[in-house]
């Protein structure tokens, strides 16, 4: 089995980001304000392209 994207809320998005990158070696694909959801959300991406979405809430 597989996963394709996964969700994951965060209380501090740059912390996540940089946890993401350093521990398991993936990188930021996006990141881009919801403005009506009071949120940001973040993508980061493993080497095989599995995607990782990371949601603040504000």
């Not at 919801?34 to 990782?52: C, H, K, S, Y």
């Amino acid at each position: 089995m597989t996963f394709a994207h996964v969700s994951v809320r965060s209380s501090d998005l740059e912390r996540s980001i940089r946890f993401y990158e350093a521990f398991l070696g993936m990188r930021l694909a996006s990141r881009r304000p919801i403005p009506q959801n009071r949120a940001e959300i973040a993508f980061v991406e493993d080497p095989d392209g599995t995607l990782v979405e990371l949601i603040e809430k504000r």
